[in-house]
């Protein structure tokens, strides 16, 4: 599924540029595909909160397998990874705003957030 996210990273800048100039002739038509392309993410953000689930509980088997107490495990303190990959998960969710899929403000910070930590989070893409 990290298709999905280097897809979007390439194709979107291209929609915003074509969604900004004024003599393009299929202007609209831009606009509508950069509004498709962000609904697409919200598939994507599903697919992160499922894998997220199914690694929560591969880590409980593990603490179960290996007789540890979770109380006796060191608290983790949150890092980039995981600020991206919360605003990934929610950061789709608000194209489903009307106001906030007509405007290309809300792709840009995705894009941000993407580009920040690399083209993909695949390890042979970087």
């Known amino acids: 599924m990290a298709f999905i996210e280097m897809a979007f990273a390439v194709i979107t800048p291209f929609l915003i540029l074509l969604s900004w100039w004024k003599q393009f002739p299929y ?4 606009k509508a595909l950069l509004a498709a392309t962000c609904l697409t993410i ?17 880590a409980q ?3 179960k397998q290996s007789g540890m107490k979770i109380e006796n495990l060191p608290p983790v303190e949150p890092d980039g990874f995981f600020y991206r990959l919360t605003s990934m998960i929610i950061l789709p969710w608000l194209f489903l705003i009307r106001r906030c899929r007509n405007t290309p403000w809300l ?10 930590a690399g083209l993909v989070t695949c390890d042979g893409f970087h």
């Open 42 to 58: 919200i598939g994507y953000s599903i697919f992160l909160v499922q894998q997220l689930i199914d690694m929560a509980r591969l």
């Open 27 to 30: 202007r609209e038509y831009a």
């Open 61 to 63: 088997e593990f603490i």
């Open 107 to 116: 792709a840009i910070i995705l894009l941000v957030v993407i580009y920040s």
